[in-house]
């Protein structure tokens, strides 16, 4: 089974400007994250989607951070404009079902670096 | 969710048992103890999860305490491969979001 995948794996961009990760979960899996990992810290939810529809974004930036996901399957995370504290990991996860053993499957992230 | 207390740092013999201690004194009934890993440069990887009774399976086992307030996950054996930082999470399970703490580094010698 092929795990969740996303691109780019690395970004380097100046501030103010906008970046785009793409994210492709496990087939089949209805339930899709995307973090943010900041150097020496745990990974931060960023949104969650059910399907296609939103379940959690109460920590995502929205006056800069947008989020979708097409057709429930695909998500692409945008920044736009970028700033310097956003340089960190972004990573997507995706899950399979609803019941207790709701564990996640990370992707190998994206790496930004804003300048 | 619960929040959870785990040493920022330990050190384990390559070969012996690695145990990781994880505090989580206000668990409620509903919730699940989940643990993850993240070797360097990758993404988290889900290793085990317990309720009440104990856990194992072919990466790890999670014992669970009575009273359910504190957790151990125990690396049979541990390998170099094992370096990495681990983190202990309490939730109610399903699609409810994983919030990760600081984590354990836990290093493997030879």
């Known amino acids: ?115 | 969710d619960a929040k959870t207390t785990q040493p920022t740092s330990m050190d384990c013999a390559e070969g012996r048992a690695a145990n990781l201690p994880c505090n989580h004194s206000t668990i409620s009934g509903n919730e699940y103890v989940y643990w993850y890993r993240q070797i360097h440069s990758q993404g988290p990887q889900y290793i085990i999860h317990g309720l009440k009774n104990n856990e194992t399976n072919e990466m790890a086992s999670l014992i669970i305490t009575e009273d359910r307030k504190s957790s151990t996950l125990i690396l049979p054996h541990a390998t170099l491969r094992d370096t990495a930082v681990y983190y202990c999470i309490v939730r109610v399970g399903g699609y409810q979001k994983v919030t990760f703490g600081i984590g354990t580094k836990l290093q493997v010698i030879p």
């Open chain 1, 1 to 115: 089974e092929a795990g969740v995948a996303q691109s780019p794996r690395y970004k380097i961009i100046e501030k103010r400007q906008s970046v785009a990760f793409w994210c492709n979960p496990i087939s089949g899996h209805a339930t899709l994250y995307w973090y943010q990992q900041i150097l020496g810290q745990g990974p931060k939810l960023l949104i969650q989607f059910q399907n296609n529809g939103v379940v959690d974004d109460s920590q995502l930036p929205k006056d800069r951070f947008s989020a979708e996901r097409l057709k429930g399957v695909d998500s692409t995370l945008k920044i736009q404009p970028a700033k310097l504290e956003d340089s960190a990991v972004y990573l997507c996860a995706s899950s399979p079902l609803q019941g207790p053993s709701g564990e996640q499957y990370f992707g190998p992230g994206t790496r930004l670096t804003v300048t």
